[in-house]
């Protein structure tokens, strides 16, 4: 194929490994018929799998018109002797030719592309990833007996790049099952199957490298990490474990030159499953909200406010029309359990909340000031365009030098709220605290990004009306022998957000 280069593999000595292996094989007591091929091979029942479900894994190929774009002729000074030559080289260039009025314009043309899939209903369901199918006017559905099929889509999620499609037929397709991808193991055989580079039906297999991967992509990462090598065309394929149960959808890759290196990522069976019943029901998604805003529960934070070790997800805001909010989960919570579920990490928290059914009363664990309380929410859903809450402040323009107040202990000078203040820094009527006017640029709070035009709002879950109420609440607790003190810190604006900043 073009654009590919095939090399091919350095012999190993082959004689000495299987001398060693065998003579392991001997002193650890295992038959003799469990030889060094056996080991080299891998597990005999990668060959069952591939039998058993190859015929459910399809290629996916989708097509779109494109505008083609023109070649555009350099923009070059009048007169100049470049000018003509230009003018001429585009004109008889391929594509560029002129009409009797000027340049023609250039037919649209059609774009195709392939990626993978797999049956998951005899009556012709097929999953694949969402951005497989992204901005398709036609996708055809490839099986293994060379058989096409024109397919429907019925419902695709963008934030876990996910998508179902139908097509139909008049015989039953082979179909395969989820499997439980909460069962998996580190360091288990896996088997991936799809259409890498678009060479058809190709199998690779490998192991389970780790669990529970974050890698950006969206809020809801909980990757299955593997070595089986996955390439360009293989998103949207299986996953299989060794009873050949769909574990994974294959997604994503690490790669610098967009070959495999040994690491790649499927979306979990555990997380996809819901999806794909919601999709298949509706057509959309259906996720549960909670309606908080949220930052992780950093080491310094934990500290600062008694909980021991860091966990959990710290609520920096509750929407007013949430389901929070009346249930009575307040600014400064921290939830650590949800619906059973312990909340190791701050990105647990999203992932659980929208995979809970709507409407479902939920019991949520809560600490406040480092004591345990139970709240029970009846959660909402989540709409399409809800985000959460940017954490990152807004930045402000210098201020003139006001009263320092607390500048030898935490670097920052601060200033009581005043109508001349809030023209400044255009903070909203509605923020009450305290204005930082200035940052020492080599101090602890510049490292947190704090700029002049934040608003402290209160100091270890304590409101703070003016400065002498931060200087109070800082010589305390200085006194209690505290490392660090937690500041609610509001933007201008009123988005809210928690920071650690040490005391020493």
Known sequence: MAGLSFERFRPTRRPLVAAALAAAVLLAGVPAALDSRAFARGPDAIADVTEKVMDAVVNISTSQTVQAQGNAV?????????????????????????????????????????????????????VTNNHVIADADEVTVIFNDGTRLKAEILGRD??????????????????????DSEKLRIGEWVVAIGNPFQ??????????SARNRDINSGRYDNYIQTDAAINR??????????????????????SPSGGSIGIGFAVPS??????????????????????????????????????????????????????????????????????????????????????????????VVILRKAKEEMKTVKLGRLEDGEKQAALTPKRNGGAPEDKSVVKSTLGIDLANLSDELRKRYKIKDTVKGVVITGVDSKSAAAEKRLVAGDVIVEVSQEPVANAADVQKRIDALKKDGRKS????????????????????
Do not use: C, H
């Open 270 to 363: 555990k997380t996809a499953m819901p999806i794909i019943d919601q999709l298949r029901q509706f057509g959309e998604t259906r996720r549960g909200w909670l309606g908080v805003r949220i930052q992780q529960v950093t080491d310094e934070i934990a500290e600062s406010i008694g909980i021991k070790p860091a966990r959990g997800a710290l609520v920096s805001g509750v929407d007013e029309k949430g389901p929070a909010k009346p249930a009575g989960i307040e600014t400064g919570d921290v939830i650590v359990r949800f619906d059973g579920k312990d909340i190791k990490d701050m990105r647990d928290l999203p992932r659980i909340v929208a995979e809970t059914p709507v409407g479902k009363d939920v019991e």
């Open 199 to 208: 060479l058809g039906g190709t199998v690779t297999a490998g192991i389970v």
């Open 485 to 504: 003190a937690l500041l609610l810190v509001a933007s201008a604006d009123g988005d809210l957000r928690f920071v650690a900043i040490a005391l020493q």
């Open 233 to 254: 065309g293989n998103s949207g394929g299986p996953l299989f474990n060794l009873d050949g149960e769909v574990v994974g959808i294959n997604t994503a890759i690490i």
């Open 158 to 179: 963008k934030e876990v790049d996910l998508a179902v499609l139908k097509v139909t037929t008049d015989k039953p397709l082979k179909a395969v099952s989820f499997g």
């Open 74 to 126: 350099p923009n070059l000074p009048p007169g100049s002797p470049f000018e003509e030559f230009f003018e001429e080289f585009f004109k008889n260039r391929r594509g560029g030719q002129q009409g009797e009025n000027g340049p023609r314009e250039r037919t649209p043309r059609r774009a195709n592309s392939l990626g993978s899939g797999f049956v998951i209903d005899p009556a012709g369901i097929i």
